[in-house]
């Protein structure tokens, strides 16, 4: 039971990298740029629900205005970020990124405090299946999970926009001859990852208290999850995301003897993981070493 409730953790936990994860790839699939302010985005997305919390408004009425926040905070990045986006200078692209993300961080701490705030009242009921507990905030985060990748799914491979993305992606000059919007997508997309960005914040919320800087260590796992799984390719960015989270919580609750790991130790794992994966597979994980002439 052990092992399957580690297991269960870190599942809804993979998820909400997952998430985030997603958000990297679908902007770096139509930009070429890795948006980094996405984790404070996050925790953004959090306190516009905390907000109408404290409103008084009901979680539907503050579910709603937290996604509209999120949803306009990611039309502002983008178009503050889109002139580095158009002339390719991706290294800029990335250090605006950044200063928003600390920017954000830091205006998030000084209207709301340093301390952690909660999203909801009382204890968070809990599901016994079989001895292995979850939340319900844990649960609702695998059905999101799975709904999202169904959605994204569906919206890469199925709908016309799908398409679109994947031609500029793939081809972006020859997109840009058949008369695709390219700015028009890369718009959309950045409101698209803004809206899953703060679903996180606010599952994680929910789930727990939230601080102005609890964005840094989702991001960073994010990120990761996108060099080891690959750039351009979703599969193993999703594989990534739950071996980041599910690899080194087994180290630090396993026995070794003598030897033990304190929770702080989780990044040092991820980062290590990641460093190894990357030697082997600078290309993601289910890259193949192809002959070239």
């Not at 002139?83 to 600390?102: D, E, F, R």
């Not at 952690?116 to 695998?142: A, E, I, K, N, S």
């Not at 890259?287 to 002439?293: C, D, E, I």
């Amino acid at each position: 039971m052990f092992v399957l409730q580690i297991l269960l953790t870190s599942l809804v936990t993979g998820t909400q990298v997952l998430l985030l994860a997603a958000g990297l790839y679908l902007i770096y699939t139509v930009t070429r740029t890795v948006h980094i302010a996405l984790g404070a985005s996050t925790i953004a997305g959090g306190y516009a629900y905390y907000v109408g919390f404290q409103m008084g408004l009901p979680w539907y009425a503050c579910l709603a205005f937290g996604l509209a926040f999120s949803a306009l905070l990611g039309l502002l990045c983008y178009f503050l970020i889109k002139p580095y986006i158009q002339k390719s200078q991706v290294l800029l692209a990335l250090l605006v990124s950044i200063a928003l993300g600390v920017a954000l961080e830091a205006a998030l701490a000084l209207v709301f405090g340093p301390e952690g705030r909660y999203l909801m009242d009382g204890v968070l009921p809990v599901f016994d299946f079989w001895g292995v507990r979850v939340t319900q905030v844990g649960l609702y985060t695998l059905l999101v999970g799975l709904f999202t990748g169904i959605i994204a799914y569906i919206f890469l491979h199925v709908l016309p926009l799908g398409r679109v993305v994947r031609a500029i992606a793939q081809h972006p000059q020859c997109a840009s001859l058949m008369g695709i919007k390219e700015r028009r997508v890369q718009m959309v997309i950045y409101i698209v990852a803004g809206v899953v960005a703060g679903i996180m914040g606010i599952l994680t919320g929910l789930n727990g208290a939230i601080t102005p800087y609890a964005g840094l260590q989702p991001i960073s796992m994010a990120f990761m999850a996108l060099l080891v799984g690959g750039l351009t390719d979703f599969r193993g960015v999703a594989l990534a995301s739950y071996l980041l989270v599910l690899i080194p919580e087994l180290i630090v609750s396993g026995n070794f003897g003598e030897i033990s790991f304190s929770s702080s130790w989780k990044m040092v794992f991820v980062f290590v993981i990641s460093l190894a994966v990357l030697a082997l597979k600078p290309n993601g994980i289910f890259s193949s070493v192809t002959r070239k002439s």
